[in-house]
Nanobody, 120 residues
């Protein structure tokens, strides 16, 4: 059974940084397009950033220039470096696999996510 375990969230002040990690099991990680999503209270889950097996990426407009998605295929781990955090980045962050950068489907059940709270 595919599992995603997200970690690295926490409470940070505006302008601060966090690095999220997502450990994936039971998938062929190296050939998978992986993505970070987030869900704020009262809102739908949204795509934050995605990366394919070739290292190509795309980002949601509000995080461009602040967030960086990366992957380590030797560790089956996905990362999200988040800089210059804003209160509107507050959400639970999840990872999942998807068919490609451009197809907006997720392939597996969600993990437990990691809470990111940006507040002074």
């Amino acid at each position: 059974q595919v599992q995603f375990v997200e970690s690295g969230g926490g409470l940070v002040q505006p302008g601060g940084s966090l690095r999220l990690s997502c450990a994936a099991s039971e998938i062929i990680f190296s050939i998978s397009t992986m993505a970070w999503y987030r869900q704020a209270p009262g809102k739908q889950r949204e795509l934050v950033a995605a990366i394919d097996s070739g290292g190509n990426t795309n980002y949601e407009n509000s995080v461009k220039g602040r967030f960086t998605i990366s992957r380590d295929d030797t560790k089956n781990t996905l990362y999200l470096q988040m800089n210059t955090l804003k209160p509107e980045d507050t959400a639970v962050y999840y990872c999942n696999a998807r068919p490609s950068l451009t197809i907006s489907l997720t392939l597996y059940d969600w993990g437990q996510g990691t809470q990111v709270t940006v507040s002074s």
